[in-house]
């Protein structure tokens, strides 16, 4: 009888099913099998944008509305970009999982088919080299830089760290000393500074800093840390405004993504310098975001906070944040919320095909799932699982 019930765990394990009903790594797995069934396109290493796939489809984040406009096969660049954080996420958990091969046969090709090597500095362009030349995004190529120097961190092979620092040289030439420094958000349009590009820009420094000791990219993590805490902070309760224009006007709106990047920023600076006011700094911010980004839902009678309905990355790329900050002060309380938000997610948010809808409430549906929502929910899923990985230590 005993051997039956550890063939039967065996077998359920294998097969992709989770026996206990929560094993995080599964669930990413899964999910991200089911983007590239539903979204993968044959024959090229590329996704569609949403599911179903609409051929009219106009983008609202890009700078230029001509482009935007424009008939698209494939997903720009940011929604693909996902695909390396998922991946990435899921080979921290399973570094010798198959994903390695995702990484290395559909992942990686596909960017590449998006890098500008017409332009200098190198980087990677808003739509593939093959069609007209497109805009290039300083934030879009910080998120893959970050993606490759964690590669690089995990694996120690030097290939995801000259990427890296590849990627780092754009950035660096998005800077000036308008505003007093800081990284524009768009190349070709060059009229304001975002949260959105200084505050992942000061985690992707400092984790160049701690994959090469380099300590100029330290001095660049700080600095526009400081930055974006002076101009774009808001005294009131911490969180950070949207942007700032060249004459000085603020964009108010509050993202999740970006106080997020200033939590994993300050969080990252307390870990090298090892000073209490980054420590401080991070755990206000926790705190913060907590209050702003979650609610209580009396109504569904569910006893934690529940997130609120957005852009689902804006939120896993607020979780990273949480994430470091509980490497250091291991205080599960946030940890904790989005462990039941993604649990909760798994039976109400998700639909027979293995994608997501989009209200963390699951009331809503729908009827257009984008391709970035489905990576992020990967990534989420594999962040869980390396933290239940850690503790299982």
């Not at 660049?77 to 994903?99: M, R």
């Not at 593939?128 to 879009?140: G, Q």
């Not at 774009?232 to 993504?257: C, H, M, T, V, W």
Request: with cysteine; proline share 2%; hydrophobic share 35%.
């Amino acid at each position: 009888m005993l051997g039956r019930c550890f063939a039967l765990a065996f077998l359920l394990f294998f097969s992709g099913k989770s026996f206990a009903g929560n094993d995080n790594y599964t669930r990413a797995a899964d999910t991200f099998k089911a983007i590239e069934k539903l979204y993968g396109v044959e024959d090229v290493p590329l996704f569609r944008e949403t599911y179903p796939f609409d051929n009219h489809l106009k983008v609202s984040y890009l700078s230029n509305q001509e482009q935007a406009e424009q008939q698209k096969l494939y997903s720009y660049l940011w929604p693909f970009s996902g695909s390396l954080s998922a991946v990435t996420a899921l080979l921290e958990v399973k570094p010798k999982s198959d994903f390695r091969k995702v990484l290395t046969k559909t992942v990686r090709p596909g960017l590449e088919m998006y890098l500008d090597t017409q332009r200098t500095p190198t980087a990677y362009a808003s739509y593939i080299n093959t069609a007209p030349v497109s805009d290039r995004f300083y934030d879009d190529n910080i998120w893959i830089g970050l993606d490759f120097t964690d590669l690089y961190l995990l694996t120690g092979k030097k290939e995801y760290l000259s990427q890296a620092k590849m990627v780092w040289r754009f950035i660096e030439s998005g800077t000036d000393d308008k505003l007093g420094y800081g990284i524009y958000w768009c190349e070709q349009k060059k009229n304001g500074k975002n949260t959105c590009s200084n505050a992942p820009g000061s985690v992707y420094a400092s984790k160049l800093f701690l994959a090469t000791g380099d300590s100029s990219y330290l001095q660049a993590g700080i600095r526009l840390y400081e930055w974006t805490k002076e101009n774009l902070q808001d005294p009131a309760d911490g969180l950070y405004f949207d942007n700032k224009s060249l004459n000085g006007e603020i964009g108010r709106a509050k993202f999740a993504y970006n106080s997020g990047q200033m939590m994993q920023s300050a969080a990252l600076l307390y870990r090298i310098t090892g000073e209490k006011k980054y420590l401080q700094e991070a755990q206000r911010l926790a705190a913060a975001c907590y209050n702003r980004f979650f609610s209580h839902d009396s109504q569904s009678g569910r006893k934690y906070k529940v997130l609120n309905r957005g852009d689902v990355w804006f939120t896993a790329i607020m979780f990273r944040g949480f994430v470091e900050l509980y490497g250091i002060d291991h205080n599960s309380l946030y940890i904790d919320a989005f462990r039941e938000n993604l649990d909760f997610a798994w039976t109400e948010m998700r639909e027979k095909n293995g994608l997501f809808n989009d209200d963390w409430s699951g009331k809503t549906k729908n009827d257009s799932k984008w391709l970035l929502t489905q990576f992020a929910m990967v990534e989420m899923y594999a962040r869980l699982a390396a933290i239940d990985k850690e503790n299982n230590r």
